[in-house]
Each structure stands twice: as C-alpha cells, then as structure tokens.
C-alpha cells in the first residue's frame, strides 16, 4: 500500500472517477451510510419487522387460549393481553416497574463504581495501576450469575431450604428476606458486573483529556470540584452517556441473576417474564414484552441524545502536544489500595475461588478433605458419578469447544471493532442530520433484542440462500454473523464516543490534501481512537466468547461452542462439570485480555512512529 | 423516533414478500404431503411401517453410516457412544437442547425445507402431540422387537422412551414418616412458607406436574372433604378445586426455587431444623440420596394422589435422512429385546453386562426414570412406582389448558 506504484494507480483510478465521485468522495460517511443502511435494513430491521409481525398476528400457542382463532390472522389479542386485561397487572406492570427500577438503581451505583476507578487509575498515582486495570474488568468476563452465587453463599437464610448461607451457619443471624433476595441483591450483584462499561468508557475518555485544560482552571482559581463540574464533566459526557445507555438497557433485560435471586420471593422482571413466555413457545406474548424493552432503550438513547445533542461537543484530540500529569493522592493514597484490594478479593478472587473449589468437591457443600476429588477435571467415566461424564479433559468435545470459541470471539472482535469505528465515523460526520440518527438508532436495536428470537428468526432467514447470499444455516459463518450484529450496539457506541472526541480539522486537513479515506482512517482516525477501539475489541470478545441463547440454536457437534457445553451440564444440573468449563472459559477470557492488550499496546506504537 | 419508525413503516411494506416466504405454515391434511409421502414409502416409516425386517434395516443402517438426534438430554450422548462400539459404521450425533428448543428448532427448520434431525426424543406432551404428531412433523415408530413387551398407553399414539414423574419430598431426618397425608395440608398454616417447588415456568414437565393436578379437580374437591370433612369453598374468581389447590399453595408463601437440584436439596439435605416439604422431579429426589448424601423420603400414600407421571417420547423426524439408522438407534434405547424381569442388573450399569442388558436405558436406569418395557427389572430408584397413585399428564388438556393453568400461575404469583 505505501509503495509509490500502488499510490499512483490509486490516483489513476480516481482521476477516473473523479468527475463522478468528487463530491461524494469528499463525504465518505454519505457513501457509509447508504451501506449501512441497506445493511442494517436486512439484518436488523427485517428480524424486527417480523417480530412486530408475530405480535400482530395469531400464534400457535393463541389458538389454545382462543379456540376458532386462525394462525396467521390479524389481531391485537398480545396488546390487549398485556396492556388491557386482568393479567396486565401481573404479567407487564409490575414486572415493567420493577425492571425499571432495577435498571436505574444499578445504572447509578455501577457509574458512580466504574467512573470512581476510571479516575483513579487514569488521573492518580495510584500504584500497580497496569495490574489493577487490568484485573478490575474481571467481574465483567465472570458470569453475573457467579456472584449471584457468591451471593447466595454467604446471604442465603433459611427461606429457600437446604443449607442456610455462611453468616447463618456461622453466626446464628438469620438474614431478613429483603437482603437474601430481591431487589437489593439483584441491584448489588448487577452493579458489581456491569461499571465495567462505564469504567472501559470513562477510561478511555479521561485518558484523551488533556490534563493541560484541567490545570488551566486551577490557575484561573478554580476549586478542584469547579474543575470537575466545570472542565472533567463536559468532556467525559458522551463516555457518561454511553455508559448510561449501555448499562441500563443491559441490566434491565438481564435474565440470570434475578431468575437465581428473584424467584424465591417472586421478584419478576420483564426478561424473566419473556423467558418464561418463550419457554411456553409463546411467542406473541413474549415479543410484545420484548418491543417493550426495545422502545425503552429507544426512549434512554434520545434522551442521552437531547442531553448531550444541545451541548457543542468537546473535541480533545487535537494535533498538538499532549500530556497529562496524574493527581497525588497523599494521605488517601493506603486507604484506597485498601479499598481496592478489599473490592478485588470480594468480587473476583472469592467467586473464581469458589468456582474452582467446588469443581474438587465430590459433593456440593461439603469441604472435607475426603471429599476432595479430581475426578470432573482428569477422571475417565464413572458411571456413579455425574451420569458417567468423564472429566473435561478427558473430553474430546472440549478441545473443539475452546478452539471455537475462540474463533469466534477474536473474529467477532476484529469485526466489531472495525465496524464500531466506522459506524462512529459515519453518525458523528453525520451528526445532527435524521440519516445519523438513524443508523445510531438501528445499531443499537440488537442489544435489546431476546437472543433466542433474534436466532430462531436467523435461522428461517438464511436456512434458504438470499440473493447473493448462500444458505448459511449450519456453518460457523452465520453464527459470526449473528454474533456480530449482536454485538453491533456495543462497538457503535465505543465508536460513537471515541470518534466524538476526534477533532474534525485533522482528517480534514488530510482530505483536502487529497489523502485517500482509507489512508487517513488507517493513519489517522485509527490511531487516535485507539483506546476506544480497544475497549470495544474486548467488550466483544468477551460477549462473543460468553454468548449462549443466540447460538444454541444454531449449532452443531461440528461448531459447539465452551457457552453450549455449559449450558449442557447445567441442565443435567451436573454442576461440578458446567463449573469447571466455565472455569476455563473465564481463563481463556482474561489470558487473551491480557494478551490483546500487550498486543495492541505494542502494535499501535509503532503506528503511532509510522503516523 | 418519529422518522425511525417512518422508515420500519417503509420497510415494513417492501420487504414483507422476502420475510415471510419461508415460514408458509402447512395445516394438516389428510394423509402426508407429496414429499414427505415418497420418503415415508421409501424409508418404509409412518403410514407405510408394515412388516420391519431387521436385517434390511440393520444393513441399510450401516450404509446410512450416522444418525442426528435432537433430544432433551445430554445422556443421549452416552447411550451413542456404546451404541457406536456395536455398530461402529454409524456416528450418533446428539443435540441436547432442552425441550423447549427441541421443539423450536425442529419446527424452525422444517418451515424453512430443512430436514436434519432423524430422531426427536424429549418430554412436553401437548407440544409433542399437537405440534409435531399432528402436524406430520414426525412419524410414530415402534421397533417389531419391542412393541409386544410395551403397553398401549407407552407406544399409541406416541412411543415413550422413559417415564418420569413430579414427586412430593419430605426430609426423613426431620420426620419419622411422611408428614402428610393429604395434599391439602400443603396449603394450611403449618406450612406456610415451607412448601418448594421447582419453577413451572422454567422447563415444560413441571408444568404439566401442576397442570394435571388442577386438571383432576374433582378429585381435588373429594380429598379436601376428606382433610377437613367440609364442602370446599371456593375463592373468588377460582374456576374449581385443582384451581383452588392451587392458588392457596401460591397464597401460602410457596417458595418457587430454578431448578430441581435446588428443590432435592432444600428438603433432602443433612442437618436441617425445619427443611421444607418439596415438589419436584422424583430423578432428583431418588438419585440425590445416592449421589449426594441427601435424605429425601417420597411421600406416598397421599390423598388424592401420590404424583404426576410425564413421558419422554421418542419419534422418527419427518424426511430424516438416515431413517433405517434411526430406527436401529431407536430400539436401542429402549433396551435389549430379550430383557426379562428376573435378570439381576448390577451397578456400574453403563459397563459390562448391565449395559448389555439395558443398552440405551443405561445412563436413565440410575435417574429416577422407569423404562416402557414391561419386562425391563425394576430400577432401586423407582422400586416404589408400581404401589404409587400418580396420574399420567394428559396431552390433549396441556395443549388446551396449560396456557390457561400458566396465566393462572403467572397472575397468582406476581400478586
């Protein structure tokens, strides 16, 4: 690409086309967005469509509750259902508050978590901050269920029967109902997984702000909480917005942990209440429910649009100089670490602990040393214990479950991150025009989308070839494809708000020194959004390599993923084995986080040189 | 928002044609259509099953080389594994999807033209008889080998691979005997707050275990006039006495737990003050005690009865590719032909003799589940089945009225 020949027959070639193209190709981001659009119409609309469709019309399972009813046929039978009947109350309101509540309740603790670390590891000096920033994204790649489980370990009181938890064994205190299950569980235990967006964001803005600014209001006598409201905020707004829509969309269509934590006392949510729907191969139901949760994200993101839409945006990554001096933490510096490491041992070491634990332990529950077993790991079968599933490395079909997994996971990654920065691209040049909106608004429906439609609907649509398009039904390709799409509302929002704080002027320059758009995105735009690329690389790669409803529908022995082997065991409710393969899926998860990281980190400096 | 979904409008009315093409849904006929007829003819299945000749299939099999089952368990795969080491030509390749998504993706490919899967084995009666029998989305197959040593019920109109059933357990650390006789006392102030369940909604057989307990109301109204020699009055807005047990269950602080494990445990563990009565799966309950040091007691007798028996059927897909494999794999999992009730059967059961006898009923025989067979010895974990009153989940009330016992669920709970 760098050699002359290649460079001057790119320049015949536009010379060609030229006259044609001149002012569209000042403008990629038009050219951008009519593919996107045509793009995203047939792989995200169209599965929409057909789910407002079903809702519309009458179902298999309807004509159970409405004899004389025709499959097919028009109706408003779901809406009425929902939303005007004497199952409103019970199968949409309260589920519908109580999701909502969930959603906000952990969205604030998990901002004020995630943005309280992003500083103090970016801005601070703290120590070890290589290591700590690294691990302190665990809790995310760890099943939210783990901690759940944690949870439930030392919380649990007498209510669910079996062993009461450590602090009532231990202490004779029986714990009320309201802090075994619930609400306040779900919420701690959701926040604790999900400030990882908001630390991923907030760390990547506040590593673009230039500590210059910061000290240009202290000289001007700012107070530091002046320069906080005043300077940080404004700047790391789009990554708070992101973090905000992210996390409360993600939290209130969740599914494990409040079906562990919430059943006991009937604490039911909207994707609990789905689930169980879709179970019952209700669809009709379970879609409107599902629309539900579409429209509120919808109405979360354009009130983060208002709110950051009226303010100019801040753009920080300028050509010039750039330094950032880290605050001195003093006195606080010991009691932080504390902290921290108090936070790490609770909500990593303990959880990964107890999974690995309980992988030795011939019976659940109890921690003798002659109980102690390798048996789920190396044994051959046995058929008196765990219906004679021999351990997983004896197991032929984990080696191709990791290999494909991984597969998965880093393809998706690369993708993602691709797509996410050129969809960044396309809605911030954009910006402000419907088409912008638009393709942020599309983007971004995926992530509300119930997995198990999205694939049951994937899998009619591509099991026959469309247009150019062969039949992809049973291939690993359209299991990519699908994770992909899904995984679309997170890398377009890490593009979204890394490319926000690019400065217009620098491509600019270069495009007017008639620097191709594919040079000036690999030389420029790439490089300075660096870190938001990063974030969403690993943001997917860990959803992809986590990813279990979308997929069991589309596997076979051939592509079976560590998530679907998971999923097996914990239905034959042979835990010590779904334990211990989710146990290597973890390791797999932080060895290649800690890997693309060293990787990228090594890569994008000698860009950087060549830049 | 506004232009968004101007634009779905737009979409909506272009591309209606390309969406919905595929999913033309078939209504049943009579007889099968024309290509499923010609395969049915050829691979001698379904209507044309006439006369099985073993060796044909046997040789046809091999040819055939492997066989695709969807099924509701993971323990399918272990029975594929012996089954190879007899027949090495043919490859078993099992999908453990649950019931739920067996059914899901089944019906998802086959209205898209796609014909994968040879074999369907899994529980949901109403599912299974109305949406796939009824819909010729599979044929019923009873191997000549076995049909006389099944019974009616476990071959006609579905074959049944395993039985299973919801059971009632007390912890025998805590009581001496069962602590109830009736299952109205379930819903007294006793034991409010001490009765779990597994989740109706989580999986499909536990909620045919409490739809068929509603569906015997009658019963239901004759037991409660034995527990308190009084006329049941009935609460407002409760259709009858199955609804009625029901809902004071429910309003009596019924504990809903994820899982059956979960459920054995809570009632079955060691060293409990005051462990909750548990309705759950009998697999867990019996394999449990075994497995896991647990000390749950099956209550029985209990008034009106003891539990809710639910089959796993097994069938032969519709156009299944290898149909001569999947009736060989089908008449292994239901045991050696020759099986007779005197045989003593020996643990480890999936080695030696024992899985010679039990072939593809090995990996069920220690999970509380009993073989159709009539002649299959009776495994320890079920030795009480036959003295047990359980009543059977009827297919035809689970299609018409287990939405309706689901909605009923669903409101109660959430109140």
């Known amino acids: 690409m760098d050699s002359p020949f290649s460079i001057n027959r790119e320049i015949q070639m536009q010379q060609k086309i030229q006259f044609y193209t001149s002012k569209l190709k000042s403008k990629p981001e038009i050219i951008l967005s009519i593919i996107f659009v045509a793009v995203f119409a047939f792989l995200i609309v169209v599965p929409f469509v057909q789910m407002i469709y079903t809702t519309l019309t009458y179902q298999s399972y309807d004509l159970r509750l409405e004899r004389g009813a025709e499959e097919g046929a028009f109706t408003l039978f779901h809406y009425k259902r929902m939303f005007n009947s004497d199952l409103t109350q019970s199968l949409f309101l309260k589920p519908f508050l109580n999701s909502i509540k969930v959603g906000v309740s952990v969205t604030l603790i998990a901002m004020v978590v995630g943005s309280l670390l992003a500083w103090l590891f970016v801005r601070t000096d703290i120590p070890y901050r290589k290591f700590f920033q690294t691990i302190i994204v665990v809790p995310y790649m760890i099943p939210s269920w783990v901690i759940a489980l944690a949870w439930q370990l030392f919380f649990q009181n007498t209510r669910t029967g079996g062993h009461a938890g450590v602090i009532t064994s231990l202490f004779g205190l029986n714990i009320p109902d309201w802090l075994s299950y619930g609400f306040i569980p779900i919420v701690i235990c959701l926040a604790l997984h999900y400030y990882s967006y908001t630390f991923l964001l907030m760390s990547g803005a506040l590593r673009t702000i230039d500590s210059e600014l910061e000290e240009a209001g202290a000289i001007e006598g700012m107070t530091r909480s002046q320069i906080l409201r005043k300077i940080t905020f404004p700047l790391v707004l789009p990554a708070l917005g992101s973090s905000f829509v992210l996390t409360v969309t993600r939290s209130m269509g969740t599914f494990g942990t409040p079906a562990l934590l919430g059943l006991p006392v009937r604490f039911f949510t909207i994707p609990t209440q789905i689930y169980a729907m879709i179970n019952a191969r209700n669809m009709g139901d379970g879609f409107v429910l599902a629309l539900v949760l579409i429209i509120l994200a919808a109405t979360f993101i354009s009130i983060n649009n208002k709110i950051i839409g009226v303010r100019k945006s801040f753009v920080t990554m300028k050509g010039k100089g750039f330094r950032s001096s880290p605050m001195k933490l003093g006195k606080l510096r010991p009691f932080l670490i504390a902290a921290l490491v108090i936070l790490i041992v609770c909500l990593i070491v303990f959880p990964i602990v107890m999974l690995a634990l309980s992988t030795f332990m011939l019976l659940p529950d109890d921690y003798s040393f002659s109980n102690f077993t390798t048996h789920f790991w190396t044994g051959e079968s046995d058929a008196t214990i765990s219906s004679g599933e021999p351990g997983v490395f004896k197991n032929k079909g984990i080696i191709g479950g990791i290999f494909n997994s991984i597969k998965l996971g880093v393809i998706a990654a690369v993708v993602n991150a691709f797509l996410g920065l050129l969809i960044g691209y396309t809605v911030v040049k954009n910006r402000g025009t419907k088409l912008s909106q638009l393709i942020e608004g599309i983007a971004f429906a995926p992530y509300v989308f119930p997995s198990i439609a999205f694939s049951a609907i994937y899998l009619s649509m591509f099991s026959r070839s469309v247009g150019p398009i062969p039949a992809l039904y049973g291939t690993f390709s359209l299991m990519v494809l699908i994770v992909i799409v899904k995984n679309l509302p997170f890398s377009s929002r890490s593009g979204i708000s890394a490319m926000l704080q690019v400065d217009k002027s620098l491509e600019e320059t270069a495009s007017i020194q008639g620097i191709p758009f594919v040079k000036r995105f690999r030389f420029i735009i790439l490089p300075l959004c660096k870190s938001g690329f990063l974030s969403g690389m690993i943001l997917t790669f860990i959803t992809a390599m986590r990813e279990l409803s979308l997929v069991i529908l589309l596997v076979t022995p051939s592509t079976r993923l560590l998530t679907t082997m998971i999923f097996a065991y914990e239905t034959q409710e042979q835990e010590q084995h779904s334990n211990a393969v989710t146990l290597i899926l973890l390791m797999i998860i932080i060895i290649a986080n800690v890997l693309i990281r060293v990787f990228v980190n090594r890569k994008s400096e000698n860009t950087m040189n060549l830049g | ?415």
């Open chain 2, 1 to 415: 928002m506004k232009k968004t979904i101007l634009f779905l409008l737009v979409v909506f009315m272009l591309f209606p044609a390309a969406v919905f093409a595929g999913g033309s849904k078939e209504k049943p006929k009579e007889g099968y259509p024309p290509e499923m007829d010609a395969w049915a003819k050829d691979a001698k299945l379904g209507i044309y099953d006439k006369d099985q000749d073993w060796d044909e299939i046997i040789e046809k099999a091999k040819q055939e080389g492997s066989v695709v089952v969807y099924a509701s368990s993971s323990r399918i795969a272990s029975a594929g594994a012996e089954f190879s080491k007899i027949y090495p030509e043919i490859k078993v390749e099992s999908f453990d999807l649950g019931s739920v998504k067996t059914f899901e993706k089944t019906i998802q490919e086959q209205d898209a033209g796609l014909y994968n899967a040879d074999i369907i084995t899994t529980g949901g009666s109403g599912n299974y008889y109305f949406e796939l029998l009824e819909k010729n989305r599979i044929v019923n197959f009873v191997p000549s080998t076995h049909a006389d040593n099944i019974s009616r019920e476990n071959k006609d109109p579905l074959l049944v691979r395993i039985n299973e059933a919801i059971v009632f357990m007390y912890n025998m650390e805590n009581h001496e005997s069962q602590p109830i006789n009736n299952l109205w006392e379930l819903t007294t102030e006793k034991y409010r707050g001490k009765v779990v369940i597994k989740n109706p909604l989580a999986s499909l057989s536990n909620l045919m275990g409490i739809a068929t307990i509603v569906q015997h109301a009658d019963e239901m109204e004759k037991a409660y006039k034995k527990f308190s020699g009084e006329k049941l009055v009935l609460s407002e807005g409760v259709p009858d006495a199955g609804y009625e047990w029901l809902y004071r269950l429910i309003h009596n602080d019924l504990v809903i737990l994820k899982s059956g494990g979960g459920v054995a445990k809570a009632s079955g563990q060691k060293g409990q003050k005051n462990a909750p009565i548990a309705i759950g799966p009998l697999a867990y309950g019996a394999s449990y005690n075994r497995n896991k040091d647990y000390v749950n007691g099956i209550m029985f007798p209990l008034e009106p009865a003891d539990g809710v028996i639910y089959p796993t059927y097994m069938s032969i897909a519709r156009q299944a590719p290898h149909p001569n494999a999947a009736k060989l794999f089908t008449a292994y999992l239901l045991g050696n032909p020759d099986v007779t009730s005197d045989m003593k059967i020996e643990e480890p059961y999936t080695e030696g003799e024992s899985v010679k006898i039990l072939q593809g009923m090995a990996p069920y025989y220690f999970a509380g589940a009993m073989s159709p067979l009539k002649t299959m010895p009776v495994a320890p974990d079920v030795k009480d089945w036959d003295k047990m009153n359980m009543w059977t989940v009827d297919p035809e009330f689970m299609w018409y009225d287990g939405p309706k016992v689901q909605d009923f669920w669903m409101k109660e709970t959430a109140e």
